[in-house]
């Protein structure tokens, strides 16, 4: 990501949520913008670009799972989910759906604030590619790395299919494939991948690392299933092979 100033969309339901977020964020050098709900989410994010999205899951019309996988079919930017205490099986369905974090309700607004930093230094600084195709302009081989049946370009931090096309990845998704590729033939552990990954010492949720690892797998495995590419060490952790 540059220097700017990042934009932020804050999509919830809730006034008051929305204007104490928008508000604490604007103080700390953020420029911010509301929805209500997932239609005035969509409308805006399509007249507008975004360095990242607060979503909240329970929400009247399209909920925020929904608009996850809307989100997820135009946009890799950084995506933190807003869920109840106990909706442990939603945090589980963002982020096998593309999140890259969730925080639970009631928000504490200095830790969404760390996780907004963090999401955004795991995210990859995109070229400008405005009126290019994906794919259409060659990367140079240095930067590629061999994924099974995919390539991870390094240099513009994405992931092209056998044609050279592009496959939607989340930033989480890019940094993991790029701990696996600067660690081939390692067996990593959780911690480990987290550390490196993540950028940061500590994590709500550690299980998410296999989560997406499955979501990995079912982009550039032959037969995810039975994966050759990112295999699992039993009791250990996973392996780039």
């Known amino acids: 990501m540059s220097d700017t100033v990042k934009r932020i969309i804050v999509c919830d339901d809730e006034t008051h949520l929305r204007e104490m977020v928008g508000e604490y964020l604007v103080e700390r050098g953020y420029h911010v913008s509301e929805a209500a709900d997932a239609d005035v989410l969509h409308k805006k994010m399509a007249c507008e670009a975004f360095d990242l999205v607060i979503l909240d899951i329970n929400m009247p ?124 033939g390692r067996v990593l552990n959780r911690d480990q991948l987290l550390e490196q990954a993540h950028d940061r010492d500590w994590e709500p949720f550690d299980r998410s690392i296999d989560l997406r690892i499955s979501r990995i797998r079912r982009k550039i495995e032959v037969n995810p299933t039975k994966p050759e590419v990112i295999r699992t060490v039993r009791g250990i952790g996973y392996i780039f092979a």
């Open 61 to 184: 019309g399209q909920d925020g799972l929904a608009a996850l996988r809307t989100l997820r079919n135009s946009f890799d930017i950084p995506v933190i989910m807003l869920t109840a205490a106990s909706e442990v099986i939603d945090r589980v369905v963002g982020l096998e759906m593309g999140a890259d974090d969730y925080l639970g309700k009631p928000v504490d607004l200095r830790e969404l604030e760390a996780r907004i930093k963090a999401a955004l230094r795991r995210a990859p600084d995109l070229p400008e590619a405005e009126g290019m195709s994906a794919g259409a302009a060659a990367a140079p081989t240095d930067t590629l790395v061999p994924f099974g049946r995919c390539s991870l370009d390094l240099q513009a931090a994405k992931l092209l299919g056998e044609q050279g096309e592009e496959i939607p990845i989340t930033a989480m998704e890019f940094s993991l494939l790029r701990v696996f590729s600067e660690n081939r």
